[in-house]
């Protein structure tokens, strides 16, 4: 069955520090990874996708992301982390063909202490 | 300002009754979809709909409705209530699924049933 994990349901980062929020996937073929990010009582907010070309794909917020095929994982990281980065990230993955749909991982809790 | 409007923000209904969620878009966006969010499950699948007179179902259909009377429009229907149903439900529309700002999401609505 295809699917997305997200192995952590928390992460908890110093403010400065690197952060990495883990995601990885099971689905056959080249697929399209997202990721979202979700404040308090807010909808879900774009931060960046992988579609093909560099592994290393820049989204908003300073938001970065690293696809490698090999271990299908899609792994978040911004190089400093602050404060206001605190919410729940969702990963999420559209399989090939699938063209209208996202399956998304369980989401991981962002704590970033001042 | 543009983007997906959802009403109510909440709602609690008792086991058995009906009610609408309403999803409006001012984007000309083709695509629009409705997920629910459970604590532990990330988002699921409700319904979808790729342009308007066009619906499918996702991956938890079952107790639900839609329609796509117009391309703005794309309501859920509960046609019967059930405790089960009580969650946190998100309309989300984008040109096509692989729109470089991913999907924007409504801000939600919360129902509980009782």
């Known amino acids: 069955a295809q699917s997305v994990a997200q192995p952590e349901d928390q992460v908890n980062v110093a403010e400065g520090n690197p952060l990495t929020v883990k995601c990885t996937y099971s689905?056959?073929?080249?697929?399209?990874l997202f990721w979202y990010v979700q404040y308090p009582n807010r909808g879900l907010q774009f931060l960046l996708k992988?579609?093909?070309?560099?592994?290393l794909v820049k989204g908003s917020y300073g938001f970065e992301a690293e696809f490698n095929k090999s271990q299908t994982s899609f792994h978040l990281k911004k190089p400093s982390a602050l404060v206001s980065d605190s919410a729940l990230y969702f990963c999420?993955?559209?399989?090939?063909?699938?063209?209208?749909?996202?399956?998304f991982g369980t989401g991981t809790l962002l704590a970033v202490q001042p | 300002n543009a983007g997906v409007t959802q009403t109510p923000k909440f709602q609690v209904l008792k086991t058995g009754q009906s009610m609408t969620l309403q999803c409006a878009q001012d984007?000309?966006?083709?695509?629009m979809s409705w997920y629910r969010q459970d604590p532990g499950m990330g988002l699921r699948l409700i319904h979808y709909?790729?342009?308007?007179?066009?619906?499918d179902q996702g991956e938890v259909p079952n107790g639900y409705n839609v329609s796509r009377s117009t391309t703005e429009d794309f309501p859920l229907r509960l046609l019967s209530a059930a405790p089960s149903q009580t969650s946190v439900y998100f309309c989300?529309?984008?040109?096509?699924?692989?729109?470089?700002?991913?999907?924007?999401f409504g801000s939600g609505t919360r129902l509980t049933v009782v």
């Open positions: 989300a529309s984008s040109y096509g699924a692989t729109d470089n700002y991913g999907y924007t």
């Open positions: 992988y579609i093909t070309g560099d592994n």
């Open positions: 999420a993955v559209r399989p090939p063909r699938a063209t209208n749909k996202l399956i």
């Open positions: 984007m000309n966006h083709e695509y």
């Open positions: 709909s790729v342009g308007a007179g066009i619906t």
């Open positions: 689905v056959s073929g080249n697929p399209y």
